[in-house]
């Protein structure tokens, strides 16, 4: 599982020697990031929440990546075809059954049935292997909804 940082953003300006013109496009990149940072922290107040009853799910920041990438597209044995994303807690869901390896999707990992834990909707699944846990929520079921303070 991989989490991506914000020293990733820049790399190509790690080990430069300053001039001064380059100087003052460090300043200008400081401010960038400043910003690009406020929007990151502004994207973290979004809740996502249960498409059905709008009950809060999970936020933004728990988003992660499983396998390299958040965002999966799996069809199940019966072909029918999910829109996933990986969070890595979702309070809002209540997890049911015996976890199985059956026609897992990510190898390795058990899951079992994550519901709307207020309305009973079908939001995905809950996958674990050992300590390491994380949720698979069908996108189609949830939508974003901004936090107002
Ligand atoms: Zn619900």
């Given at each position: ?32 990031s ?23 799910i999970?936020?933004?920041?728990y ?5 390299g ?10 072909g ?8 890595s ?29 207020n ?19 069908i ?11």
């Amino acid at each position: 599982m991989t989490f991506r940082t914000s020293n990733e953003i820049h790399p190509y300006h790690i080990g430069h020697p300053l001039t001064v013109k380059e100087s003052s496009d460090e300043q200008i990149e400081a401010v960038c990031s400043k910003i690009l940072q406020e929007t990151e922290t502004e994207k973290k107040k979004e809740s996502i929440i249960c498409k059905n009853c709008r009950n809060e799910i999970t936020t933004v920041e728990y988003s992660i990546a499983a396998n390299g990438q958040h965002a999966h597209i799996f069809k199940n044995p019966l072909g029918i075809t999910f829109h996933i994303g990986c969070f890595s807690r979702a309070w809002g869901c209540f997890i049911y059954g015996i976890p199985t390896y059956e026609a897992t999707w990510f190898t390795g990992f058990t899951w079992c049935i994550a519901v709307c834990a207020n309305c009973f909707t079908h939001l995905g699944w809950h996958y674990q292997s050992g300590r390491e846990s994380f949720y698979g929520l069908i996108m189609a079921n949830l939508v974003k909804h901004v936090k107002i303070h």
